[in-house]
């Protein structure tokens, strides 16, 4: 747990996360929905990070004492779905407890400083990254070049994320030349081996992108949707921290396995 200090206002707030994360430019997926979700009063005292905004994790914010949460994946990610059942609760849930809801998805995962790549790639220990893997006009991972084997580099994944990760050994044991995308991008797997990488650090895949690794000459390590993605919501928490004199913020996880 972070400092702890005096109210501010989520208009400022929010704001400062729209630019820092340029989320007006960075492009993503339809249900997305990046930015302020779920408004309260305006004011906070207390932030959540979490990586989803699902029922268990509102109610984990709302018994911390939240009135801020923000996640990577968002309320609408499943698309518009009539206010009932539990999509009610969760709203109502937020609602009587003034919690506001801020989501970044896309713009959480490439951002240089904040974003998962980049925190995942600082935990592993790269410090000469570059950007990779084109896509809708951005660059969605990073790639380092290293000198490493295989196994090492499985340990040094598993330790950074603090969940077990499963690998493709479809490349050389050495390994010189890594790309990291978190979350689900192991259905690129076809486009991730034009690129030249030998192994690529992603959450998860669909069962095919290990088989086709396999005959493509490529590592894949799967380090789990979920644990890829704890990164950026905390960054950027601890940003607001920073730069708003002394919020109290903390993660609350609610891992799926995945």
Request: proline share 5%.
């Amino acid at each position: 747990m972070d400092n702890i200090c005096a109210m501010a206002e989520l208009h400022k707030i929010v704001e400062s996360a729209n630019e820092w994360l340029n989320i007006a430019e960075v492009p993503d997926y339809s249900g997305a929905i990046n930015g302020l979700q779920l408004e309260n009063d305006g004011s906070v005292t207390k932030i959540v990070a979490a990586v989803d905004a699902c029922l268990p994790v509102i109610r984990m914010a709302v018994d911390q004492g939240a009135d801020l949460l923000v996640v990577h994946h968002g309320m609408f990610w499943n698309g518009a779905r009539p206010f009932t059942g539990s999509v009610y609760e969760k709203l109502k849930l937020a609602m009587d407890h003034n919690l506001a809801i801020y989501s970044s998805h896309i713009p959480l995962d490439v951002h240089p400083e904040l974003g998962n790549n980049a925190c995942l790639a600082k935990a592993l220990g790269f410090t000469s990254t570059e950007t990779f893997f084109p896509w809708k006009g951005i660059q969605l991972g990073i790639r380092q070049k290293i000198s490493i084997p295989r196994g090492e580099l499985l340990e040094m994944v598993a330790a950074a994320t603090g969940a077990p990760a499963h690998i493709c050994p479809g490349g050389p044991e050495e390994v010189r030349d890594i790309g990291i995308i978190t979350g689900g991008a192991g259905s690129e797997v076809f486009a991730i081996a034009e690129t030249g990488i030998d192994t690529f650090i992603t959450g998860e895949g669909p069962h095919w992108s290990y088989t086709a690794a396999e005959e493509l000459g490529l590592n894949i390590i799967y380090a789990g949707h979920y644990a890829t993605e704890t990164f950026g919501v905390k960054a950027l928490a601890r940003r607001w921290c920073d730069e708003f004199a002394g919020l109290e913020w903390e993660f609350v996880d609610h891992p799926t396995g995945l």
